[in-house]
């Protein structure tokens, strides 16, 4: 399933965590400084996402799954690629104040992230009652090309440029989540 520029809500709490994790204190010129990046990257995003969900058995997927760890009592495994678009990459570049570049980066993986959330949260309202998501993890490397394949990630502008080995646009993610049955 393909969903193009859709709204993503970002919580400030989860910015200044992440913020103070890489060492940022959170002083008032840090808030706004926040407030005001996460406006302007607002305003040139373009999210995206692409997912599919597959039986862990399935043969499409064989080759893939040989490469993860997955619990036996795993009955699903959904794969995203989720991607803010090409256009953030010159806004990035422009950052020229070190704080600037590091509270970009930030807002940038919280959106990434809360893409992945809402995709996880879409299918769990469309599943059955008994099965529940795990965690999200990221995708080995070696596997970009592979899934970007098989999701036809092409769709939402998304490809795997070899001679470089990385994925365009740079602020894309891949990932998977495996779900359970869950006990009654």
């Known amino acids: ?26 002083t008032p010129e840090v808030e706004t400084l926040v407030l005001v990046v996460k406006k302007e990257v607002e305003e040139i995003i373009e999210p995206s996402v692409v997912f599919e969900s597959y039986n862990v058995k399935d043969e499409k997927i064989s080759n893939i799954v040989n490469y993860l760890q997955i619990p036996k009592n795993t009955i699903e495994i959904t794969f995203c690629v989720a991607t803010l678009g090409d256009k953030i990459e010159n806004f990035v570049s422009s950052c020229t104040e070190e704080i600037k570049k590091i509270v970009t980066e930030v807002v940038l993986y919280e959106y990434l992230n809360n893409a992945v959330e809402f995709v996880i949260k879409l299918l769990k309202e469309k599943t059955e009652e008994n099965i529940e998501p795990g965690s999200v993890f990221f995708v080995p490397q070696q ?4 899934l970007i394949d098989l999701l036809s990630a092409e769709k939402i502008g998304v490809c795997f440029v070899t001679q470089k080995n990385q994925i ?3 602020y894309t993610t891949i990932t998977y989540c495996l779900w359970f049955k869950t006990k009654k």
């Open 143 to 146: 596997m970009y090309k592979d």
């Open 1 to 26: 399933m393909k969903i193009k520029k859709f709204k993503l809500d970002l919580k400030l709490k989860d910015i200044y965590d992440s913020l103070k994790e890489k060492g940022v204190k959170i």
């Open 168 to 170: 365009l646009p740079v």
